[in-house]
Nanobody, 115 residues
Framework: QVQLVQSGGGLVQAGGSLRLSCAASASAAGISALGWYRQAPGKRREMVARLIKSGVRLYGDFVKGRFTVSGDIAKNTVYLQMNSLKPEDTAVYYC?????????WGEGTQVTVSS
């Protein structure tokens, strides 16, 4: 069973920054992607950012240059630096990993942006 252990998050004022971290307990050879999703109350879970094993980085349309995904799949780690946060970024953020063609999720961490 793959575990994704995430940390970071919390409460920040609009315009502030937060950093999320995640480590996967899986063989790096089986990991094809790591990243982050979020889910706000009453809304569907949506992709925030993905780091693909090829080195490609994907972002949700709403990111617009404010967030940066980084990490090293070979070291089973992924990070999300969030800058210029807005109240609409308030959500539970989930670490995501695709391992041997199976999707795994972290436990989620609350990010709250006050206006």
């Amino acid at each position: 069973q793959v575990q994704l252990v995430q940390s970071g998050g919390g409460l920040v004022q609009a315009g502030g920054s937060l950093r999320l971290s995640c480590a996967a307990s899986a063989s790096a050879a089986g990991i094809s992607a790591l990243g982050w999703y979020r889910q706000a109350p009453g809304k569907r879970r949506e992709m925030v950012a993905r780091l693909i094993k090829s080195g490609v980085r994907l972002y949700g349309d709403f990111v617009k240059g404010r967030f940066t995904v980084s990490g090293d799949i070979a070291k089973n780690t992924v990070y999300l630096q969030m800058n210029s946060l807005k109240p609409e970024d308030t959500a539970v953020y989930y670490c995501y990993g695709r391992v041997d063609d199976v999707d795994y999720w972290g436990e989620g961490t609350q990010v709250t942006v006050s206006s």
